[in-house]
T-cell receptor, first 116, second 113 residues
């Protein structure tokens, strides 16, 4: 079945450090891939997405490239800020397989803490 | 602002009590979802509604019921609450193709004692 595996946290970085959060997936068909961010006490917000191989999603300085050959969608940011402290979720939606709904599958989340 | 609204934000129940979590979206989305979030477990799908008038079970439906009241509203009911249902519950909505991802509400933190 479809699944998402992301690196376990917590990840603690100093301000202006480089961030990578690894995400790999298993899916039939041609999934769309997403990164969501959850700030403390809030719901999940869509951070970026990619819908086909080699697409690069980007937003707020974060980037992720859809790599079909390595089934990966790693999240990167060149210089993190204290305000980036949050939990990050990788997710996939394999809408082309069976056409079923309710199939946004999440990784378990990676907590990022950025220290001044 | 457009989005997904959940009520209540916090709730404490005694074991065996019932309650309904409310969710409404004003984005004119066809599909709506209920997830629960537990430490170390990520988000797990409880029920979803692909369109008005339809509902389907997700990964963890036991102990819950849902109603898609109309296109805007999708409620989650706990008939007899158990401590294992202590969790944070999120409602979400999307278009059926999910192209733009899901829009989430801010969550309901439920404690069952």
């Amino acid at each position: 079945g479809n699944s998402v595996t992301q690196m376990e946290g917590p990840v603690t970085l100093s301000e202006e450090a480089f961030l990578t959060i690894n995400c790999t997936y298993t899916a039939t068909g041609y999934p769309s891939l997403f990164w969501y961010v959850q700030y403390p006490g809030e719901g999940l917000q869509l951070l970026l997405k990619a819908t086909k191989a080699d697409d690069k999603g980007s937003n707020k300085g974060f980037e992720a490239t859809y790599r079909k050959e390595t089934t990966s969608f790693h999240l990167e940011k060149g210089s993190v800020q204290v305000s980036d402290s949050a939990v990050y979720f990788c997710a996939l939606s394999d809408l082309n397989y069976g056409g079923s709904q309710g199939n946004l599958i999440f990784g378990k989340g990676t907590k990022l803490s950025v220290k001044p | 602002n457009a989005g997904v609204t959940q009520t209540p934000k916090f709730q404490v129940l005694k074991t065996g009590q019932s309650m309904t979590l409310q969710c409404a979206q004003d984005m004119n989305h066809n599909s709506m979802y209920w997830y629960r979030q537990d430490p170390g477990m990520g988000l797990r799908l409880i029920y979803y509604s692909a369109s008005e008038g339809t509902t389907d079970k997700g990964e963890v439906p036991n102990g819950y019921n849902v109603s898609r009241l109309n296109k805007r509203e999708f409620s989650l009911r706990l008939e007899s609450a158990a401590p294992s249902q202590t969790s944070v519950y999120f409602c979400a909505s999307s278009e059926p193709d999910g192209y733009d991802g899901y829009t989430f509400g801010s969550g309901t933190r439920l404690t069952v004692v």
